[in-house]
């Protein structure tokens, strides 16, 4: 199984309420991709982040393999969420892709 973690920081300029809005899209878009992607195992996207964080959403999902995760990336569905909901609104993005071990499962 492969993991892959999206931490973003939004862009400065939103206020309060523009900043919950594109959570809220960024989190029915990506979320809604459970079942339209081959190989992709679960989605889920955090916006609720404590005090001490220093990013405004997390995307967690897992993929049966790399081959999956690399699928995924140009998956219209895919493509269309992050054009539309997330490129536009993001300021930074973070991103770590591994491999989960007998260890971690």
């Not at 081959?38 to 993929?63: E, K």
């Not at 081959?67 to 993001?90: S, W």
């Amino acid at each position: 199984m492969v993991k892959h973690v999206i931490l973003w920081k939004l862009k400065e300029e939103l206020n309060g309420a523009e900043k919950e809005a594109v959570k809220a899209g960024i989190k029915s878009g990506l979320e809604g991709l459970q079942g339209q992607i081959p190989g992709l195992l679960n989605i889920r996207v955090n916006t609720n982040p404590l005090a001490s964080s220093n990013c405004d959403v997390m995307l967690d999902s897992a993929f049966i393999d790399e081959a999956a995760l690399q699928g995924y990336t140009v998956h219209p569905a895919h493509v269309e969420v992050a054009v539309t909901k997330v490129r536009p609104f993001t300021a930074s993005r973070f991103c770590m892709d591994y491999e989960v071990t007998e260890e971690q499962a």
